[in-house]
């Protein structure tokens, strides 16, 4: 597995150098975005076993932030990802807070979470002055990167390519980290049996809202360079169905894995473009996938490639 | 070393426990018994801090645990090995241990602490990369404490260990128990089996729905009338 990820990787490195076309790089560039936000994702669902539903409030509130500071108060862009990853971090304590010291495990977590997310989605969609509410904010600034020469502006698809793909590789490594030190163990337990788990003497409370923290911060990043890339942030950044879409993607790679998520991030990226189709029959590819992914193959892609590995 | 002082536990308006008192010194084996539904259970997940207590005093090593969470029980150095053999069975045996020991900051000790425990159970060695959910249940038993003296603890809380397990098992089982007490590990045994709980222990109280009824030796009680009808099926 560990070669499979480093070829993956050194092609992903090398693939501008072939791919030109500009709709192949967007697909590439979106792609790694919500690779990053399913993996993180799979930090707190798949590994530590919470169903949030507040990923994509995290992801759209940082996004929003860094916006706002940027456009309208004309603070540079590298400068407002701390202020809008502390606001997310803070948020998440919160929420985490309350979910788990009222002990909410599974639906109830997932019900609660997702009330907190639509509440940040209300707040943005009527605080006109601030957000110009349903309309969104239409992003014109580039960051850019300092370098010997001067200040270049992270433009055009092969910049945001490689931009995005660190972006990937910063969550899959921060995610990793945190996995194979003890605390992985910890979150494994907490997953598997968190009665057992505290009778061992883990502080349950405290690796949950760890895992909480790290996965939503996570996703804070991606949202801090989503507007930039798409060019507008909208309430919708914010919305249950984008939470839905960073599970099926998760659930489609393999849940118990790292790599899974990116698989499936790929695939359900990809495949709208691939098959040219309408939004609503989107959603409905979107329900047979994962209809078929849980009848079929519970652990996603990633389970059947073992799978077959194994068998042979 | 514990010292439990008029101790109420209830769930909901169920009253499980009424104000008991018990006692327990440095590598002794004290053994709780009782029928089904007389608080035994109750009693060990309270004095490990998953349950809350209405009310009472649990004393431990000289410092009060009534406040402090099950991690820092653990810490202290109380531990429980649940009932009904709770091992992670998809992590192999060798995993389930390390799971004992995740708290502890010498973290380089571990690995010896391991040795010490395959030692001691040499059918753990055998295992050590199996998954633990497919060892047998007497093996499955042995984890559970294996795991829980990988916390280093000084008093262990065991609910419950011969349930569900052959007869020759479960003398191994007192076996295990003897000798970690005279390694200076203090034990309480909670057990609906009295035979072995009173052949293996010190000392011995009677729980009957929330009540401590009789207390003492456990050779003595073991040989007293009332016990023996009730307990000991004589």
Redesign the interface.
């Known amino acids: 597995m560990r070669y499979a990820i480093a070829i993956g990787l050194l092609a992903a490195l090398l693939a501008p150098l072939i791919a030109h076309s500009d709709s192949v790089l967007a697909i590439a560039i979106y792609a790694f975005m919500a690779a990053s936000l399913a993996v993180s994702f799979n930090l707190i669902f798949g590994f530590t076993g919470q169903l949030s539903m507040f990923h994509a409030a995290s992801f759209g509130v940082s996004a929003y932030i860094v916006t706002i500071l940027v456009t309208t108060f004309g603070w540079n862009f590298w400068l407002a990802i701390a202020p809008a990853l502390a606001v997310v971090l803070i948020l998440s304590l919160i929420v985490g807070t309350i979910c788990f010291r009222f002990k909410l495990k599974e639906f109830y977590f997932a019900v609660v979470t997702m009330a907190f997310s639509e509440v940040l989605r209300l707040i943005i969609l009527n605080w006109n002055g601030m957000t110009n509410g349903s309309l969104g904010i239409t992003v014109v600034d580039r960051p850019s990167l300092w370098t010997p020469i001067g200040n270049v502006a992270i433009s055009g698809g092969v910049a945001w390519y490689y931009l995005t793909l660190a972006l990937l590789v910063v969550v899959y490594v921060v995610c990793h980290g945190v996995l194979s030190s003890w605390i992985g163990r910890c979150l494994a337990a907490i997953r598997l049996n968190d009665q057992l788990g505290e009778t061992l003497g883990i502080d349950v409370f405290k690796y949950k809202l760890l895992s909480f923290a790290i996965g939503s911060v996570l996703a804070g990043l991606v949202g801090a360079f989503y507007g930039f890339y798409s060019g507008f942030v909208e309430p919708h950044y914010l919305s249950i169905p984008l939470g839905l879409d960073i599970i099926a993607m998760v659930l489609l790679g393999g849940v118990g894995s790292l790599i899974g998520p990116v698989i499936g991030a790929f695939v359900l990226t990809a495949l709208p473009h691939v098959i040219e189709l309408s939004a609503e029959l989107r959603i409905a590819l979107y329900g047979s996938i994962l209809v078929f992914v849980i009848l079929v193959m519970p652990k996603g892609i990633v389970g059947l490639i073992g799978s077959k590995r194994n068998a042979a | 070393m514990l010292d439990v002082t008029d101790l109420n536990v209830s769930y909901g308006k169920q009253k499980v426990l009424r104000g008991i008192s018990f006692e327990l010194r440095q590598g002794e084996v004290v053994t709780l018994i009782g029928p089904n539904a007389a608080g035994k259970s109750t009693t060990l997940r309270t004095l490990?801090g998953?349950k809350r207590s209405d009310s009472g005093k649990i004393a431990f090593d000289g410092g009060d645990m009534a406040s402090i969470?099950?991690?820092e029980?653990?810490?202290c150095g109380l531990?429980?090995v649940?009932e009904g053999r709770?091992i992670?069975p998809?992590?192999s045996v060798h995993?389930n241990l390390?799971?004992?020991a995740?708290?502890r900051s010498d973290?380089d000790h571990v690995e010896d602490d391991i040795e010490r425990i395959f030692s001691m159970f040499p059918r753990l060695r055998e295992r050590s990369t199996q998954r633990a959910g497919s060892m047998s249940g007497g093996e499955q038993q042995m984890l559970a404490i294996g795991?829980g003296l990988m916390?280093r603890p000084k008093l262990m809380l065991l609910d419950e260990p011969t349930l569900g397990l052959a007869p020759i098992i479960i003398e191994e089982l007192g076996r295990i128990i003897r000798n970690l007490a005279k390694e200076g590990l203090a034990i309480l045994l909670a057990e609906q089996n009295a035979v072995m709980a009173l052949g293996c222990a010190d000392r011995a109280y009677v729980l009957q729905s929330g009540d401590i009824v009789t207390s003492g030796d456990a050779k003595r009680l073991s040989e007293a009338p009332e016990v023996k009808q009730m307990y000991l099926g004589a």
């Open positions: 490990a998953l969470s099950t991690a029980r653990v810490k531990v429980l649940p709770q992670f998809r992590m995993e390390l799971m004992g995740y708290h973290r795991r916390s």
